[in-house]
């Protein structure tokens, strides 16, 4: 149960923090509303649960032949993170206007998760800080993806 509350502290904290799909929502939200903004939403979350299962696959390939590379990949993350975390806190105010017409479709929500930077980091980092290498590794994946759904 610790680990499951670590990981949804993990999720929750990485998932409200600033980042393109945050900014991109809340823009939508306000020029187009909330109802028109509902596909934007589902696509991200769509999206984002295919981004972590790929990466997993992906992960307990090369976990499997480099067990090693597990540790190497959470210093990385880590350090990426708080390389983000600085960037943020040292970050000029932005202005984040809209010249698009139309609110973003559930395709190009989805679509957007396989190229936001943020993204990749918070499902690397869950995928590498909460799983272990060896039998249950679907089932954790399974409650990493629980937790940020």
């Not at 809340?26 to 295919?50: E, Q």
């Not at 708080?82 to 809209?98: I, R």
């Not at 973003?104 to 990749?120: D, G, I, R």
Request: hydrophobic content about 60%.
């Amino acid at each position: 149960m610790e680990w499951y509350l670590a990981v949804l502290l993990f999720a929750a904290s990485t998932s409200i923090t600033p980042g393109p799909n945050n900014i991109m929502l809340m823009s939508s939200g306000l020029n187009f509303g909330i109802k028109r903004s509902i596909p934007h939403l589902l696509g991200i979350i769509v999206g984002f649960a295919m981004l972590i299962v790929a990466v997993a696959v992906g992960f307990s390939a090369l976990f499997a032949v480099f067990p090693q590379l597990h540790n190497v990949i959470q210093i990385a993350g880590i350090i990426y993170l708080l390389y983000f975390a600085w960037l943020v806190a040292t970050s000029e105010a932005s202005d984040f206007g809209t010249s698009n017409k139309k609110a973003m479709s559930f395709m190009q929500a989805l679509a957007f998760q396989w190229v936001n930077p943020k993204a990749w980091i918070m499902a690397t980092g869950a995928i590498a800080a909460y799983t272990t290498i060896g039998s249950g590794f679907a089932l954790q994946v399974a409650y990493i993806l629980s937790a940020f759904f």
